[in-house]
């Protein structure tokens, strides 16, 4: 089996860090030396910090592929197309490369991220720079629990990698940060808010009867009596002054993440919309793929 990079199915750690960045003119060569070095940059921070579960992946948006890696593009890797019904937005923002570490210490993410935001220098500009967080157990700023439904063991590498060559062991990944109104969130009534998310708040069941904008009701789409399904690597972040959520999904394809997201935005289908994004709002989205370890070492 192609070797994944290590971020992608590992168990998401206590921390986690997410860069976005661009490419400056010029030559490219530099950028491919460090993406293929990463694998083992990581296992070297991994061994310095005294943190074996240090993990990371980068992944290549469609607009720089051909420039930065002269190969072949994957099949379905397109840019991030924007959506809009009236005021909702999910907007697409410019992403080169996305840089994902995480593991239980922000110590030795920030360690591996200095190092790779280096080797980069100036071949690069970052965008955006956010540090996620566990927080109360699993649970997202609004306070219920978020990962419940994600894939486990083995059906991790299911869901999130490619199965055929030329891109075996890589993975789709969508990305957005979600910035959340929580005074408004907080003054929404405990019915409310279960009724918005489709599960409970305190003991994080799955309700039996659910509105047709709740979170779940919207996202949970069967297709051939399949359900569709990504692995989610989202993180709390943020400050008093902004916070939300940093959603990272992997996927063997772009299109479940897509059908999910239209639901959540559009209401032409079925005349809902998701009722969080009526206390939450996109702020940047990007598409990218993110290689096997071993595509990316032969890059050098
Ligand atoms: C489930 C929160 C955005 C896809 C959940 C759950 C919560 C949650 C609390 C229930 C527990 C769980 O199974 O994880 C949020 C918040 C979001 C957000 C606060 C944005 C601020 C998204 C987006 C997508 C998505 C953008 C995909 C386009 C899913 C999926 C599930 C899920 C597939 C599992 C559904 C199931 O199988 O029951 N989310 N989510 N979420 N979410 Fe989200």
């Excluded at 921390?15 to 030396?33: C, E, M």
């Excluded at 990581?42 to 910090?49: L, P």
């Excluded at 939300?244 to 289908?269: H, I």
Aim: proline letters at 7%; glycine letters at 8%; one cysteine or more.
């Amino acid at each position: 089996m192609t070797q994944p990079q290590s971020a992608i199915c590992a168990e998401g750690g206590d921390f986690g860090l997410f860069l976005t960045l661009v490419l400056a003119d010029g030559d490219t060569a530099a950028v491919r030396r460090v993406l293929a070095a990463l694998p083992d940059m990581t296992e070297s921070v991994a061994v310095q910090s005294g943190e074996p579960a240090l993990t990371s992946s980068v992944a290549i948006g469609a607009a720089c592929w051909p420039r930065l890696t002269g190969r072949e593009c994957p099949d379905g890797l397109v840019p991030f197309a924007p959506l809009a019904d009236g005021a909702r937005k999910a907007p697409a923002t410019p992403a080169d490369l996305f840089l994902h570490i995480h593991s239980p210490r922000h110590d030795a993410n920030l360690m591996l991220a200095r190092r790779v935001a280096g080797a980069l220098g100036n071949h690069v500009r970052v965008v955006e720079e956010v540090m996620g967080f566990r927080h109360l157990g699993k649970r997202d700023l609004t306070g219920f629990v978020d990962g419940t439904e994600n894939p486990e063991g083995d059906d991790r590498t299911e869901v999130a990698l490619v199965k055929d060559d030329p891109f075996a062991g890589g993975s789709f990944v969508s990305l957005q940060r979600y910035v959340h109104d929580l005074p408004r969130w907080e003054a929404l009534s405990l019915p409310d808010q279960e009724a918005a998310v489709g599960r409970t708040k305190d003991s994080d069941e799955e309700m039996e009867v659910k509105p047709p904008f709740a979170h779940i009701a919207r996202v949970v789409i069967e297709e051939d009596g399949e359900e569709l399904e990504v692995l989610r690597h989202s993180m709390p972040y943020g400050t008093t002054s902004e916070n939300g959520l940093y959603f990272v999904a992997y996927c063997a394809s772009p299109a479940p993440f897509r059908k999910m997201l239209e639901r959540m935005v559009l209401s032409a289908g079925d005349g809902h919309h998701d009722r969080l994004l009526d206390f939450t709002r996109p702020v940047t989205g990007a598409a990218f793929f993110a290689p096997s370890a071993d595509w990316l070492r032969a890059l050098d």
